[in-house]
């Protein structure tokens, strides 16, 4: 015997239960992906700023050994001035192991690129 009101379809509290499953499912991996996603773009920023960081040192490296060239009788602080001049990101430190000897000095040079750091030492 079929009746009248035969169950076809859902009841008002399965579409509740089954909207509040989704929205807890939906939240969760909103969550995982967000937390992965933000980390990938951390580490994406890291590595454009050592890149970068690394390039401007190879330019200052190259520059260093073309002074080298040009200049076999100058002072590494007028490459420092130089440098100073040419590469407003670089900031630079004289380490003069002997006073009495300015020419045994070493320049110490940082490039800094967002949170990376990049140090190299120059002598004559």
């Known amino acids: 015997m079929l009746h009248k009101f035969d169950k076809q379809g859902f009841t008002l509290i399965e579409v509740i239960v089954g909207i509040i499953l989704a929205a807890l499912l939906g939240t969760m991996i909103v969550q995982y992906t967000g937390t992965n996603l933000q980390a990938t773009v951390e580490s994406l920023v890291a590595t454009k700023n050592n890149s970068e960081a690394v390039s ?69």
């Open 56 to 124: 401007v040192m190879e330019e200052i490296t190259r520059d260093y050994r073309n002074w080298l060239e040009n200049n076999p009788g100058a002072a590494l602080s007028e490459f420092r001035t130089d440098l100073e001049n040419n590469y407003t990101g670089a900031q630079t430190q004289m380490i003069t192991l002997r006073p009495e000897d300015p020419a045994e000095s070493i320049l110490r040079v940082t490039v800094s690129r967002g949170d990376r750091k990049l140090v190299s030492l120059f002598t004559k």
